[in-house]
């Protein structure tokens, strides 16, 4: 079973930084794509930033400049500065993967919510 740990959330003052963090575990073979995803309160899940196998990064136009994702292994991360209150929302980590058995496979975090407010 593959799963996906969060870490690195809380609240923070407008123009603060965080660090969040997702571990994964299980028997992953090859991963495609890993990110980060965000829903705020009566929105949808919006992409933030993904990483692709070759290292390939890619931003959603309002967090570009500001935040950075990067990748170690399974884990990823997401440096994120200049925050705004606009960027509130629960955040998650989102896998794209295939396992030792080859069955591909879209694994979700379980969500950590950020908070930017004065």
């Known amino acids: 079973q593959v799963q996906l740990v969060e870490s690195g959330g809380g609240l923070v003052q407008p123009g603060g930084s965080l660090r969040l963090s997702c571990a994964a575990s299980?028997?992953?073979?090859?991963?495609?794509?890993m990110g980060w995803y965000r829903q705020a309160p009566g929105e949808q899940r919006e992409v933030v930033a993904d990483?692709?196998?070759?290292?390939t990064t890619r931003y959603a136009d309002s967090v570009k400049g500001r935040f950075t994702i990067s990748r170690d292994n399974a884990k990823v991360y997401l440096q994120m500065s200049s925050l705004k209150p606009e960027d509130t929302a629960v955040y998650y980590c989102n896998l794209d993967a295939a396992t030792v058995t080859m069955r591909r496979l879209q694994v979700w975090g379980q969500g950590i919510q950020v908070t930017v407010s004065s």
């Open positions: 299980g028997r992953i073979a090859s991963i495609y794509t």
């Open positions: 990483i692709l196998s070759d290292g």
